[in-house]
Nanobody, 116 residues
Framework: QVQLVDSGGGLVQPGGSLRLSCATS???????GMWWYRQAPGKERELVA?????????DYAASVKGRFTISRDNEKNTMYLQMNSLKPEDTAVYYC?????????WGQGTQVTVSS
């Protein structure tokens, strides 16, 4: 079965960096685009970044463009989100996502807290 496992979150000071990972199994990773979403307390889940199946194209929410970098390693079936210059407003639970045969699959989420 399809599994997505998020990891790498934690507590970081403003201006700091974190690298999130999404380890996958149960499907042909290299055949599907992948997304990162986040959900802050009291807010709706929002799209953060997208990467095509080859990694050749990416897209970002305006709020993170220039600070976050999405990438993937199709040999390791893993996606990443490098987050730099973190701000308190980046505090949220981050989820990886893919869409296969009309079904959304989600990771369990990893908490990112940006605070001094």
């Amino acid at each position: 079965q399809v599994q997505l496992v998020d990891s790498g979150g934690g507590l970081v000071q403003p201006g700091g960096s974190l690298r999130l990972s999404c380890a996958t199994s149960g499907f042909t990773f290299s055949m599907y685009g992948m997304w990162w979403y986040r959900q802050a307390p009291g807010k709706e889940r929002e799209l953060v970044a997208f990467i095509t199946r080859t990694g050749g194209n990416t897209d970002y929410a305006a709020s993170v463009k220039g600070r976050f970098t999405i990438s993937r390693d199709n040999e390791k079936n893993t996606m990443y989100l490098q987050m730099n210059s973190l701000k308190p407003e980046d505090t949220a639970v981050y989820y990886c996502n893919t869409y296969i045969q009309r079904t959304n699959y989600w990771g369990q989420g990893t908490q990112v807290t940006v605070s001094s």
